[in-house]
């Protein structure tokens, strides 16, 4: 079964200091996708980071970064140098494709998300 | 280049009674998709349309919840009769065909009393 999982309910990190989320994910599908986006109180989900299965090397946007170890099935999400507006959710989501009735399309499958809070 | 659109922001409904919510998608995006987060969770999918056609609603109770997407650009997502358990924000997302990062809408925060 495709499965995506965030252990961590809830981090802490120092401003201007380093922070991993971690996320992890099952399937047995060759080809998939991994997504992290960002969710303010405001609630709009905002996208930060894509890496695809067969991406060589680890996906990097800016302050974020995503450490793919594909033998662990881990997706981290690395954020450098946190600031203050870094509070939010964080939710880890895994694309796959879906063959159906003659259609192939992207599903996304989210986690249940990390509450990260910066301390100034 | 403009954002995903939805309307309105804010919903408070008794139960039994209906609700519509609109989504206006990035311009060019062909895919537009539904869905449903309830405090405390990830989201969930409802419905996911490429241009006109539905490719997914396998997660969308059929016999409370529709959507319709006319000439594969706006859509309206609506509940009737409404739930307690329906108390969730309601997130449209759209993308392209390729790539397909999903680009999500402010949401709609629905409360059913």
């Known amino acids: 079964a495709q499965k995506i999982t965030q252990t961590q309910p809830g981090m802490f990190v120092q401003e201007k200091e380093a922070v991993t989320l971690d996320c992890t994910y099952d399937t047995s599908d060759p080809s998939y996708g991994l997504f992290w986006y960002k969710q303010p109180s405001s609630g709009e989900m905002i996208f930060l980071i894509y890496?695809?299965?067969?991406?060589?090397q680890n996906a990097t946007e800016g302050r974020y970064s995503l450490n793919f170890q594909k033998a662990r099935k881990s997706a981290n999400l690395v954020i450098s140098a946190s600031q203050l507006g870094d509070s939010a959710m964080y939710f880890c989501?895994?694309?796959?494709?879906?063959?159906?009735?003659?259609?192939?399309?992207?599903?996304?499958?989210f986690g249940q998300g990390t509450i990260l809070t910066v301390h100034p | 280049e403009a954002g995903v659109a939805q309307s309105p922001r804010y919903k408070i409904i008794e139960k039994r009674q209906s609700v519509a919510f609109w989504c206006n998608p990035i311009s060019g995006h062909a895919t537009l998709y539904w869905y449903q987060q309830i405090l405390g969770q990830g989201p969930k999918l409802l419905i996911q349309?490429?241009?006109?056609?539905?490719?997914?609603d396998s997660q969308l109770p059929k016999d409370r919840f529709s959507a319709e997407r006319l000439k594969g650009v706006d859509s309206t997502l609506k509940i009737q009769p409404a739930k307690l358990e329906d108390s969730a924000v309601y997130l449209c997302?759209?993308?392209?065909?390729?790539?397909?990062?999903?680009?999500f809408g402010p949401g709609t925060r629905l409360l059913v009393l």
């Open positions: 349309f490429q241009n006109n056609g539905v490719v997914d």
């Open positions: 989501a895994m694309r796959l494709l879906i063959n159906a009735g003659g259609t192939s399309y992207g599903k996304l499958t």
């Open positions: 890496q695809g299965s067969y991406d060589q």
């Open positions: 997302a759209s993308s392209y065909r390729r790539p397909e990062t999903q680009y």
